[in-house]
């Protein structure tokens, strides 16, 4: 049977390179000065709406968009966290504007297909005319898919573990969990799953408001509820060879 070009990895054997094998490759990296970040909330009676500092990354076409995140403070506190939201296209980051590091890398993969102008490297197309490999464009390296704990209760944070000492790794977060909390029927806050990463790859995670909301009428039940997979997971994505500033 006629298979055309494959490419394995040495150490695994898995098809990095082949028609059929399409992987997200980088679209955009660049990094948001987490000191920038505001809060803000509606203005008047309710009901009204609040959110947490948060900025904005640049967004990219289409939604297969995968966010690798990079945010190195040594001391753990609640002021080094981030937590992502997104909504489309549209990504949101929370983070405290305070944390001693407030350089938050990013690092966006996703499926588009990059326009051939200038150097081009090597480019391969399928018989569809489709391009299944472009070197110009580093593909996602994901090299553990970490189960998270459950949330912290009665501690600000946990640790999540030790990955990959030595090597340069970001986050990504496929899975959010997204958490509500009512006191009384007319308010609602809004938290997130929150992770704090050291120089030596030890990640943290904590939660963090993100937004809430006070109505005027009886919307909310009182209580709290878990939103998103109960199993929730993170990526380990090396960095090592993936540019910053990028797109």
Not at 19 to 26: H, M, V
Not at 157 to 162: D, I, N, W
Not at 176 to 195: E, I, K, L, M
Request: hydrophobic share 35%; proline share 7%; net charge positive.
């Amino acid at each position: 049977m006629a298979v055309g070009l494959r490419i394995r990895n040495q150490g695994t054997g898995q098809i990095q390179i082949g028609l059929g094998y399409r992987n997200l490759q980088l679209a955009k990296s660049g990094t948001l000065d987490t000191g920038s970040f505001s809060g803000g909330a509606t203005a008047g009676s309710p009901p009204f709406a609040s959110w947490s500092p948060r900025g904005l990354l640049a967004s990219t076409a289409g939604t297969t968009n995968l966010h690798v995140i990079r945010y190195i403070n040594d001391s753990v506190a609640y002021i080094t966290g981030f937590s992502i939201v997104q909504s489309g296209v549209t990504c949101s980051v929370f983070a405290s504007n305070n944390a001693p590091n407030k350089t938050l890398e990013y690092y966006t993969f996703d499926a588009s297909e990059r326009a051939a102008t200038g150097p081009v490297g090597l480019r391969m197309r399928g018989e569809d005319g489709s391009v299944f490999y472009d070197s110009r464009r580093k593909g996602v390296r994901v090299l553990q898919v970490v189960p998270l704990p459950p949330p912290p209760v009665n501690t600000p944070y946990v640790e999540v573990g030790q990955f990959f000492p030595g090597t340069r790794i970001g986050i990504a977060i496929p899975s959010p969990r997204f958490y509500y909390s009512s006191v009384s029927q007319d308010r609602c806050t809004a938290y997130a799953d929150a992770f704090h990463m050291t120089s030596d790859n030890r990640i943290f995670m904590s939660r963090l408001e993100t937004f809430s909301q006070i109505l005027i009428t009886n919307t909310f039940p009182v209580g709290g509820v878990t939103m998103g997979p109960q199993n929730a997971t993170i990526f380990i994505v090396d960095l090592s060879e993936v540019p910053l500033g990028f797109g």
